[in-house]
């Protein structure tokens, strides 16, 4: 066995181009393997999080509000309810007597101060076990203050973060539907799975602007709750991040019929496919609708290609490793890279399905790894054995390559420069060239043995 990978893991780890691809994933964490993913109830709440004039509200121990507390950088043009980070805090009297009668006394204090257009409760992991029946709470406190008070079941234990994700997209279920769709454009969508990172949605938004095409809701970056009560009224779901929104376009397109197209707007060809994806959609109804997109995408273009040349020219040949949230990431990353000049040798995610990693190992160069749910014993082993110049992560992934003498890029939730869209890929590449090019990288002890290795030098 390989040193750094357990055993039982093994399934969960390919090599493109050796052999037939087999590879284990949506299963739980393996107990012990500090794995990257995080729980049912994180999963559900950054989904819910961006939400911004409704009150979120953590019915468990205070260290689950804490450890979701503004979790992703999620910007809004109004409101900014949802960056408080409320807690029935239920202390050891809470569990043996139960705590149902906290969260009433919480959510009715909470409404009557912040007046939110709706609240979202989430159940943790001792509220699965002590059994406090959160649905019926609110369903009193729904009557008492006329406003929606949404249960989030996301009990931590029941399952893996993908779990989460579904208890967020029922809980938004139940208000689509409920407001008025009059006046809404045939030519409309609905932004699905994006969370406005670094003002992300703004740009996508002006994109479909200049397209002619209705915005009708931002499921859930810079979300309002009155437009996903009219969401039904779209019609057409853009989703991005599959992994977090799918189930709710799956809900929407069974009860309303509302189709639903599979995006992503990271990188050149993969912004211009989407675009090109919703003009082709609704030709019929707009025949100026795909000219006007090709002149988005000729206008976009104009000024980014010319200033990526520069870029290449310093980073033709550096190696990636990639490690992402959704899969929905890596699939972009990897033709951004290719854009660059730069070899992706590691790739991976924390909740990528058996068709998302089957479609990695197709677009990947031999020999690259592929992992889920890995942990940083696992991806700091395949940093050094694959020589990588580059890691590209979240704020988990951080410490592994600045330890071992590596460049960052931070691609998840934390990070502060808008990485969408045609500007997106400027800002992406200016990013790769300062991280994997620094003069630092050379003085670190892992680089430094390596170079006097190469020259044949004692270490």
């Not at 019926?136 to 994700?165: H, L, M, W």
Request: with cysteine; aromatic share 8%; charged share 25%.
């Amino acid at each position: 066995m390989e040193q750094g990978i357990l055993a039982e893991r093994q399934d969960q780890i390919h090599r493109t181009g050796e052999g037939p691809f087999e590879l284990a994933c949506n299963r739980d964490s393996l107990a012990g393997a500090v794995s990257q993913r995080a729980c049912v109830f994180c999963g559900s709440r950054v989904v819910l999080y961006p939400i911004a004039d409704a009150l979120h509200l953590v019915h468990g121990p205070i260290g689950c509000a804490v450890y979701t507390w503004d979790i992703r950088g999620a910007l809004s043009s109004g409101p900014e309810l949802h960056r408080l980070s409320f807690s029935t805090d239920l202390q050891e009297k809470d569990v043996i007597f139960g705590g149902e009668k906290k969260l009433k006394a919480a959510l009715l204090e909470l409404i009557a101060r912040y007046q939110p257009k709706a609240a979202f409760v989430y159940a943790t992991c001792i509220v699965g076990i002590i059994g406090d029946d959160v649905a019926a709470v609110c369903r009193d406190v729904t009557a008492a203050t006329g406003i929606p008070v949404i249960p989030v079941q996301s009990e931590g234990f029941k399952g893996n973060k993908r779990e989460g994700y579904t208890a967020a997209c029922k809980a938004m279920f139940t208000l689509t539907g409920t407001g008025d769709v009059s006046g809404i454009s045939p030519i409309s969508v609905n932004i699905l799975g994006d969370f406005n990172l670094a003002g992300e949605i703004w740009i996508i938004r002006d994109y479909f602007k200049r397209m002619g095409v209705e915005v009708v809701a931002n499921i859930t970056g810079d979300g309002r709750v009155d437009d996903i009560r009219r969401a039904n009224g779209a019609a057409l779901n853009v989703v991005q991040c599959s992994g977090s929104t799918m189930e709710l376009a799956k809900m929407m397109q069974e009860k309303y019929g509302i189709p639903s197209l599979r995006v992503s707007y990271l990188g050149i060809e993969d912004m211009a496919d989407s675009l090109y994806a919703v003009a082709e959609h609704f030709k019929d109804r707009d025949p100026g609708i795909v000219e006007r997109t090709q002149q988005v995408v000729r206008e976009e273009l104009a000024v980014l290609l010319p200033q990526l040349k520069q870029y290449r020219k310093d980073l033709e040949g550096k190696k990636v490793a990639i490690y992402v949230g959704g899969a929905f990431k890596a699939f972009s990353l990897i033709k951004a890279f290719r854009h660059l000049g730069m070899q992706v040798v590691l790739v991976g995610s924390q909740t990528g399905t058996t068709e998302d990693y089957a479609e990695l190992a197709a677009i990947c160069d031999p020999g690259t790894v592929i992992v889920d749910d890995s942990n940083p014993l696992e991806l700091s082993k395949f940093v050094k054995e694959l020589d990588v110049d580059l890691f590209v992560g979240g704020v988990k992934e951080r410490p592994i390559a600045h330890k071992l003498g590596v460049g960052f890029c931070d691609h998840n939730h934390e990070r502060k420069e808008a990485l969408e869209g045609f500007v997106g890929m400027l800002n992406f590449a200016r990013e790769v060239h300062a991280s994997a090019t620094s003069p630092i990288w050379q003085f670190v002890p892992r680089r430094e043995a390596m170079a006097k290795a190469a020259k044949g030098e004692g270490i």
